[in-house]
Nanobody
Framework: QVQMVESGGGLVQAGGSLRLSCAASGTIFSFYTMGWYRQDPGKQRYLVATITSGGGTAYSDSVKGRFTISRDNAKSAVYLQMNNLKPEDTAVYYC??????????WGKGTLVTVSS
């Protein structure tokens, strides 16, 4: 059974930093493209950042220059370093792992709250 489990969310003041982690199990992690998504209450979930199996990264414009996605295949983990956080970054953050053959797995999310 494949699982993605996020951790590291919490309450932080504007301008502060948090590091989210996502631990994968039950699969060969290194094959997967991994992504972080976020969802505000009542809004759609949207992409924050992705990292391919080869280490290529992409970011939404709203977080570019502030957030960094990375992965450690030996630990089957993906991270999101979030710096200079803003109140509008407040959301539930989800980890996703997917392959081109359609396998697609999500975590249950971790809440990030940024106070002004």
């Amino acid at each position: 059974q494949v699982q993605m489990v996020e951790s590291g969310g919490g309450l932080v003041q504007a301008g502060g930093s948090l590091r989210l982690s996502c631990a994968a199990s039950g699969t060969i992690f290194s094959f997967y493209t991994m992504g972080w998504y976020r969802q505000d209450p009542g809004k759609q979930r949207y992409l924050v950042a992705t990292i391919t199996s080869g280490g290529g990264t992409a970011y939404s414009d709203s977080v570019k220059g502030r957030f960094t996605i990375s992965r450690d295949n030996a630990k089957s983990a993906v991270y999101l370093q979030m710096n200079n956080l803003k109140p509008e970054d407040t959301a539930v953050y989800y980890c996703r792992g997917f392959l081109t053959d359609g396998r697609d797995y999500w975590g249950k999310g971790t809440l990030v709250t940024v106070s002004s």
